[in-house]
């Protein structure tokens, strides 16, 4: 049975609280937002608003994209490649 003193989780956050939950300053994820950097923002009315949802999935495609993170991008573990002769 929901207990009634138990506040509503919030599915979104503004830009600040949206920066604060990736643990970057709000001018980071404002430059990101107006470059197309960052991770999707949407407006709802005036305020621009994140999915945690969406943040949490930008983030782990982050590590995905990151070869430290991921071990089948780490150059250490490619096969090197043989060199062509130049066409001199």
């Known amino acids: 049975m929901p207990q009634a003193d138990r506040a509503p989780q919030t599915a979104f956050l503004n830009l600040p609280k949206a920066a604060e939950y990736l643990g970057i300053s709000p001018n980071t994820l404002y430059v990101w937002r107006h470059r197309r950097q960052g ?29 430290r993170s991921n071990p089948a991008l780490n150059p250490l573990t490619q096969r090197a490649q043989r060199r062509t002769a130049s066409p001199n």
Not at 47 to 57: E, G
């Open 39 to 67: 991770p999707p923002s949407f407006r709802m009315g005036r305020r621009v608003m994140y999915r945690i949802t969406t943040l949490d999935a930008w983030v782990q495609a982050q590590e995905q994209a990151d070869s």
